[in-house]
């Protein structure tokens, strides 16, 4: 089966697109220690060149160059030296080149950038660089974006923001950061194919991506990996997420409902109940869900969150999800599935909900009151209507509760806002949360943001924060979908 799945999976391997961008800058006539810098215009995705000259003298002696790409102007500032983090800091977009001989040198790496600055480190003689280009890539095909027709200027550029950050994540798989990781992760490939749906709809993308998961080695739960590699050749991920394999349900269930393509929804279903099953074997005395041996959960990069409540949540909506679409095509099992539903919900009330304090406040999570756990409950169904609307105001309101510091976990708060009819304030928080990042000039969406706390990361230094990020792109599925000629 896995062959079967790998195959399918490599016959969906897209082309890129290409596009030269050629930045409006003179040549740079430069001596040792000089510095330039190159400002793309936009944040792209691609491969860097210029040509090298002598300016009066032949250069007699190699030309040593130190060559940074920054996706922001801030980085431009940075001092990669002093990278101080917990990821690997061979991350950090940097070279040191030699270049032997005058000519046109093209890079061999790619980059992620908006700015490129290029210190000479060590020349004899004066240099000059012309030239320049940047061989911008993606997987997007950009003819088949639709233009807005009926929405506010706020939300206009929020979407071109979104637009650009989901067309340069799009390579070989939706990636979840064309700087870091560069790879395949569930939680944004979701996000990334609900939101490619409504912008350029690279279906055979997204069955690439679903079907490499499907591949993947499982743990002894039956898990599939959190991420995968596909290039240049396929490895399975290590880091086992219940949430992120659930939500790979979840995305085959997007698929089928924005294709009604029962031929893949049948072919991926094995998987699919593999996960579901797996998770209903972590259920506890309680019948809430456990994070088993040897996996974790991730919700949200949020310090101290505990995830349990959330967890669940997840575990409601995606069967909530699935029951859906197993009724729409009558399948043998949705009876199954739409009973564990039930009994997943009577367990939320139970044992996850405090009636007296109309909150998700319990022992599973040591009674930690945080937005995600009223979030995934709203989203699972366990509140509905007005009682859940005023309880979702108060935990986003309350200075006490642990807030969402991704736009992946704010993704789900507009969500859940949407689910419950909030329309004006799902646009608002919109607005606010991501028009945050377009009021600090972001031509792309970020890994993280938390407007409180700008040097945030969850890798101990935010040099290595990806500033092009997949998970962050969902505004233009939003927009496209709910508020682009609506009066909201
Ligand atoms: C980080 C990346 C990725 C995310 C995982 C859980 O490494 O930001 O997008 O899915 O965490």
Not at 291 to 306: Q, R, V
Not at 360 to 384: C, E, I, R
Request: with cysteine; aromatic share 12%; proline share 3%.
């Amino acid at each position: 089966m896995k062959g079967l799945y790998l195959k399918t999976a490599d016959v969906n391997l897209p082309e890129l697109n290409e596009e030269i961008i050629t930045p409006e800058i003179s040549r740079q006539i430069l001596s040792s220690g000089d510095e330039t810098v190159i400002d793309l215009g936009n944040h792209y995705v691609g491969y860097f060149s210029f040509k090298l000259n002598s300016a009066d003298e032949y250069i007699d002696a190699p030309v040593r160059l130190r060559i940074q790409f920054c996706e922001i102007s801030n980085e431009l500032e940075y001092d990669f030296s002093a990278y101080n983090g917990g990821l690997c800091e061979s991350w950090l977009q940097e070279e040191i080149i030699n270049i032997d001989f005058p000519g046109e040198y093209e890079m061999q790496r790619r980059y992620a950038a908006r700015y490129i600055k290029i210190k000479v480190v060590a020349t004899r003689q004066k240099i000059v660089l012309s030239d320049f280009e940047f061989n911008s890539v993606s997987s997007a095909d950009v003819k088949q974006l639709k233009e807005l027709t009926g929405c506010e200027e706020a939300l206009k550029k929020i979407d071109s923001v979104a637009v650009n950050t989901l067309k340069n994540c799009m390579q070989r798989v939706f990636e979840d950061g064309p700087k870091r990781d560069r790879r395949l992760w569930i939680g944004d490939l979701r996000l990334e194919a609900l939101t490619n749906y409504y912008t350029f709809n690279n279906l055979s993308l997204v069955l690439r991506c679903l079907y490499l998961f499907a591949a993947a080695d499982t743990n002894d739960k039956e898990f599939i990996p959190g991420y995968i590699y596909e290039n240049p050749s396929y490895v399975s991920g290590s880091w086992f997420l219940e949430d992120y394999a659930l939500l790979f349900v979840a995305s085959v269930c997007d698929y089928y409902n924005h294709t009604e393509d029962n031929e893949t929804f049948e072919d991926l279903y094995p998987v699919v109940k593999q996960q579901m099953d797996a998770m209903h074997m972590t259920l506890d005395a309680d019948g809430i869900v456990t994070i088993a041996e040897g996996c974790d959960a991730f919700i949200d990069w949020c310090e101290g969150l505990e995830k349990i409540t959330s967890l669940h949540g997840v575990y409601m909506y995606v069967l909530g999800n699935l029951v859906d679409v197993l009724n729409k095509i009558n399948h043998k099992d949705k009876n199954v599935y739409l009973k564990r539903y039930e009994a997943a919900r009577k367990s939320a009330e139970n044992m996850l909900y405090n009636k007296e304090k109309q909150a998700f406040l319990n022992a599973k999570d040591n009674y930690q009151y945080s937005v995600h756990s009223a979030v995934w409950m709203v989203l699972g169904g366990v509140v509905t209507g007005k009682n859940a609307e005023e309880l979702l105001l108060s935990v986003l309101n309350s200075a006490d509760s642990l807030k969402p510091f991704t736009p992946y976990m704010h993704h789900y708060v507009v969500e859940a806002m949407i689910k419950l009819g909030m329309m004006k304030e799902a646009a608002a928080y919109i607005k606010k949360y991501w028009g945050g990042m377009v009021n600090l000039g972001a031509d792309t969406f970020y890994e993280v943001y938390v407007p409180e706390d700008l040097d945030f990361s969850p890798y101990g230094d935010k040099k290595l924060n990806s500033m092009c990020h997949a998970w962050s792109c969902t505004p233009a599925y939003y927009i496209r979908k709910y508020f682009d000629n609506s009066d909201i």
